[in-house]
């Protein structure tokens, strides 16, 4: 297991702004196929945002997009996920995770993913 540490999580109202980060103890960083995850109560993980290891590839949720963007910093094993516009309906625990791969292939499935972070949370008030 890869250690991956999460912050940034906390409350914010309505239409407000969080940036989460995730540092990752890993030589080979840019090697990893990183994503953002988020569960909600009584719920599977879903898929939020994923970036390839080079950082020239990204997808996203639709139900984020124009709103999140996930961003890397190699040079300091980070991964970012910059959520704008925020509805209460994002409130949830927030997952970093990553995937070791040579590809620009981006997936999207949890399973997919064998290391991960210990979670953080969003709360958005309405």
């Not at 080979?28 to 993980?45: A, C, D, I, N, V």
Request: proline content about 3%; glycine content about 12%.
């Amino acid at each position: 297991q890869v250690p991956m540490v999460e912050s940034g999580g906390g409350l914010v109202q309505a239409g407000g702004s969080l940036r989460l980060s995730c540092t990752v103890s890993l030589r080979t960083f840019s090697s990893y196929l990183m994503g953002w995850f988020r569960q909600f109560p009584g719920k599977e993980r879903e898929f939020v945002a994923a970036i390839t290891g080079s950082g020239r590839s990204t997808d996203y949720a639709d139900s984020v997009k124009g709103r999140f963007t996930i961003s890397r910093d190699n040079a300091n094993n980070t991964v970012y996920l910059a959520m704008t516009s925020l509805k209460p309906e994002d409130t949830a625990v927030y997952y970093c995770a990553g995937r070791y791969t040579i590809s620009e292939y981006i997936v999207t499935t949890p399973e997919r993913f064998g290391d991960w972070g210990q979670g953080t949370q969003v709360t958005v008030s309405s």
